[in-house]
């Protein structure tokens, strides 16, 4: 089992920004990638960015490209989000996820609301 604890989302004027935190514990000695998902109201849960635990290697949604950067600290099993510049539309609840090598686990989720 893995547990995964977020932090860091909240309520931010258009413009501005946030960073999320996604702290994994338990089995994380499979780690294969960490990454964050965002679910809007009345939308589906949609990919935003992802990180493999190895390399680093980080893979973006194009909406966010050149805004957010996903980084990792894998002495610490977390995953941070850092936001730039939000927009209204980057409103929703933003679930971190961990890939292992057979198992996938998600976060409870944070609110990050953007007021334009």
């Known amino acids: 089992q893995v547990q995964l604890v977020e932090s860091g989302g909240g309520l931010v004027q258009a413009g501005g920004s946030l960073r999320l935190s996604c702290a994994a514990s338990?089995?994380?000695?499979?780690?294969?990638?960490m990454g964050w998902f965002r679910q809007a109201p009345g939308k589906e849960r949609e990919f935003v960015a992802r990180?493999?635990?190895?390399?680093?290697?980080?893979y973006y949604a194009d909406s966010v490209k050149g805004r957010f950067t996903i980084s990792r600290d894998n002495a610490k099993n977390t995953v941070y989000l850092q936001m730039n510049a939000l927009k209204p539309e980057d409103t929703a609840v933003y679930f971190c996820?961990?890939?292992?090598?057979?198992?996938?686990?998600w976060g409870q989720g944070t609110q990050v609301t953007v007021s334009s």
């Open positions: 338990g089995r994380t000695f499979a780690t294969t990638a």
């Open positions: 996820k961990f890939d292992g090598s057979s198992e996938n686990y």
């Open positions: 990180i493999t635990w190895n390399l680093g290697s980080a």
